[in-house]
């Protein structure tokens, strides 16, 4: 299939929404669907996505503008495939706003939109460049110009995604793979190599094994499926290592189980090696399990940043790894990707995404990095008016603006120590706040430049400045609350990190159509969406 742009603009003869009453037309032209047509659909870059498809003459791909649009729409209306199928086929303001209207016959059918996200799906698995992020991250620039939204000041926050997966039992967990692998071999080469194995392809064996003999001991039950797994994995000897069964239970043996006295048992907590990377599912062998605010996520993570003015707001970009990610490292890959502007800009997180690295990476890009509150033990307020050397290895000037006799760095602490005079501390204003240790001479004080720097920060927490930027990051806390109740992000209809991601992407664009939309239509009300004097 080769690569041919949307051309069908013009009007014509088979217009399909000749048939309209005028009390229809205007109907349709006050709709979302006419601003959609005219402020979003010109801006899809069908171009991005000719890598799709093929440089050789043949059939002609389906117009890549409608696809994306359709399946933005798709989520903003909250549809599955079939039903944006049909709406695309019988009505007018799906029509009107992916430009359709002058087609014969609507460019899409019931395999359409799968076809392309398996192309999405195949590209990035095979460049790691995610097309379908490219273009909402551009589209979302877009329509943060058309709203006025200059992105001088952003919002970050971070939130969890539950993959579509039953929570399994490590008997369940075990039994799950082991039954996936015989179902496999039992499909391609029959029963040769399952003898005493072959329960594991019945249907209905896993209720009877799981659950019909809780009398039975579950050690007993464990052990059983534990030798079953170990007979299997020395009658293939490593024969399947590219079969995904097969390397999934290859992986929850090495992960749950160890070998004691000749045959395998599960492991404890004494064993260690029990992390949250291992596998919850074989389902979806990529989530994670993390536990957060006294709850269990078993899945991925996601982080927003949002671009936030007078007139609203817009998700401007957007990151989705597994949930074993920190924010840090969010924060980290942002600012990397993140060019150095003439204006200074403003970034506003909460305490996790704190680092004295990225305060000044972000500074390097000309962002000011403010995090509304701080993890860990409050520094002394009096640290922050110490000034150190610009290694940060030594001290030049105490609060009361005396220079030390001398200065070194404590490797082990990371801190600072200097001597002073000692009739200097014993008379100085600052000596409850310093603290000094008074010898017969001289007096010695430990700082860290870490410890002063986090002191300056406490000190513009307390700022009005600091006040209105922590009233404006509160504004994205509706973020997560509006992607889970609205567009479901918790149970989105597929497994595996990139296809909920390209996912998460579409329902990100729809969140940011709909802000929009609400600004055009002048229908919301941004004040708390206050900017700074």
Request: hydrophobic share 30%.
């Amino acid at each position: 299939m080769s690569f041919v742009k949307n051309d069908v603009e013009q009007l014509s003869f088979n217009n399909q929404l000749f048939g309209l009453t005028d009390r229809e037309k205007r109907f349709l032209d006050r709709s979302w669907a006419t601003q959609f047509a005219d402020k979003i659909f010109p801006l899809i870059d069908e171009e991005k996505f000719s890598v799709l498809y093929s440089d050789k003459a043949s059939r002609p791909n389906n117009p890549v503008n409608v696809i994306v649009g359709a399946l933005i729409l798709k989520e903003l209306r909250q549809q599955t495939d079939e039903e944006l199928l049909d709406s695309i086929l019988f009505d007018a303001r799906y029509k009107r706003a992916l430009h359709t209207e002058n087609f014969k016959e609507q460019p899409v059918s019931d395999t359409t939109f799968k076809r392309f996200r398996k192309r999405c799906l195949t590209y990035e698995t095979a460049h790691g460049v995610d097309l379908i992020q490219e273009c909402i991250k551009e589209l979302s620039g877009e329509m943060a110009k058309l709203m006025n939204i200059s992105g001088q000041i952003q919002r970050m926050d971070s939130m969890m995604v539950a993959s579509n997966i039953k929570r399994l039992s490590r008997l369940e967990l075990l039994y799950t793979c082991i039954s996936n692998f015989v179902a496999y071999l039992h499909k391609t080469e029959g029963n040769g190599k399952l003898s005493g194995l072959e329960h594991y392809y019945d249907p209905n064996d896993m209720n009877a094994v799981i659950y019909h003999k809780r009398l039975e001991s579950e050690d007993g039950r464990i052990q059983t499926v534990l030798n079953d797994a170990e007979r299997l994995l020395e009658t293939c000897n490593g024969g399947y290592d590219d079969v995904e069964p097969y390397q999934l239970l290859v992986r929850v043996i090495r992960e749950q189980t160890v070998s004691e006295n000749g045959s395998l048992r599960l492991k404890t907590k004494e064993d260690g090696s029990m992390n949250s990377s291992i596998m919850q599912n074989p389902a979806d062998p990529e989530a994670t399990y993390r536990e957060k605010a006294g709850r269990q996520n078993r899945g991925y993570v996601a982080n927003v940043t949002e671009a936030v003015g007078e007139n609203g707001s817009i998700v401007t970009s957007y990151q989705f790894e597994q949930n074993t990610h920190s924010d840090t490292e969010f924060l980290k890959e942002h600012l990397e990707q993140e060019g150095k502007t003439p204006e200074r800009r403003t970034l506003i997180t909460d305490g996790a995404y704190d680092s004295e690295e990225l305060r000044k990476e972000a500074d390097a890009k000309n962002i000011s990095l403010i995090t509304t509150d701080l993890i860990g033990r409050e520094a002394n307020d009096i640290h922050a008016d110490f000034v150190f050397s610009e290694d940060g290895h030594s001290i030049v000037r105490c609060p009361a603006g005396n220079q030390p006799q001398s200065s070194s760095f404590v490797k082990s602490t990371g801190q600072c120590r200097a001597s002073f005079d000692k009739r200097k501390c014993e008379n100085c204003p600052h000596r409850d706040q310093c603290n000094p240790k008074l010898g017969n001479r001289k007096s010695v004080v430990y700082v860290s430049q870490k410890s002063a720097e986090r002191a300056r920060i406490q000190r513009s927490m307390k700022t009005p400045y600091f006040k209105i930027a922590a009233k404006i990051r509160n504004g994205v806390e509706t973020i997560p609350s509006i992607l889970r109740r609205r567009y479901d992000i918790d149970h989105m209809p597929v497994r595996g990190k990139i296809r909920m991601k390209h996912r998460f992407g579409f329902k990100i664009g729809a969140l940011n159509l709909k802000k929009l939309f609400k600004y055009l239509d002048g229908s919301e009300k941004y004040a708390s969406n206050m900017v700074f004097a």
